[in-house]
């Protein structure tokens, strides 16, 4: 039987739980600008750090405080690059490519396209000997895209449209990027069912063919007109230092390809059934 000073102190552990559990992930998430999310995550202190559970670009998870606000990040140093690379599943890759950098040039340029809603803020930051992108970690997050299908758990009906918007915009980020790693693992889903999509360190090869232009059904409008204005200055200025030349002109040619692919399907289909 246990005891009334026992039942006190457990009830104490569980209310200090309670609380952490919340500070990261729920009713005490900063209302933070983007600036102050980066100034945070250059410079707060790491209180703790693991290994991250998912994923194979060796990232971390960093708790992280300034003394006065404690919050969770991802920290990926990884830049890793090989003539020929052959995977598990039989694809081979000739100038692979797996660099930290690559995270925060598609955060930037997902700003250009109004698109920062749907990943989370990314910068660079220098922790124990290593270089590499941190980002805000994701408040709320229920599951991932891949755990959502292995445990067939459907999309609430009032929200499938607006859910399946988000994955026109996740789909066109993949092609635009021409990301080689866009496994569902990437795509978090919050308990609001909203999406963000994360890991972009094997992005932005050189190919300027877009690699699966199935994937494009519906845009946004607005997005689209975003695309369509997209300047290659722009993005060069946005992604400085962490894309090449190379890298910044294939991005383009595929923004070309995929506004004409839209183009050509507002043409045959109309506009009521291309954009939203």
Request: hydrophobic share 40%; charged share 25%; aromatic share 10%.
């Amino acid at each position: 039987m246990i005891s009334r000073r026992m039942r006190s102190l457990l009830l104490a552990l569980s209310l200090i739980c309670l609380a952490r559990v919340s500070l990261f992930f729920g009713a005490d998430e900063p209302n933070f600008t983007e600036q102050q999310k980066i100034d945070f995550m250059q410079h707060a202190k790491v209180i703790n750090s693991k290994r991250a559970k998912k994923g194979t670009s060796n990232a971390w998870d960093l708790t992280l405080s300034d003394g006065t606000v404690t919050h969770l990040a991802s920290f990926q140093p990884i830049h890793e690059s090989k003539p020929f690379m052959q995977f598990a599943d039989g694809r081979t890759e000739i100038n692979f490519k797996d660099f930290w950098q690559y995270n925060i040039a598609a955060y930037r340029i997902a700003k250009l396209l109004g698109l920062d809603d749907m990943v989370p803020v990314y910068t660079e930051r220098k922790w124990n000997g290593m270089v590499g992108s941190i980002s805000w970690y994701v408040a709320d997050e229920q599951f991932d895209e891949a755990d959502r299908h292995k445990r067939n758990i459907p999309v609430p009906e009032a929200l499938v449209g607006g859910y399946n918007k988000q994955m026109y915009k996740v789909r066109l980020m993949t092609q635009l990027f021409y990301d080689t790693d866009p496994n569902l693992t990437n795509v978090l889903v919050t308990k609001e069912w909203k999406i963000w999509r994360i890991d972009f360190s094997r992005a932005f090869r050189t190919n300027d063919k877009l690699a699966e232009p199935k994937d494009l059904v519906q845009i946004d409008r607005q997005l689209l007109a975003k695309l369509r204005a997209l300047t290659t200055d722009q993005v060069a200025e946005a992604t400085k230092p962490y894309l090449n030349k190379s890298e910044v002109k294939a991005l383009m040619a595929r923004r070309d390809k995929i506004v004409a692919l839209f183009d050509k399907m507002i043409a045959e289909k109309g506009e009521n059934q291309v954009l939203y």
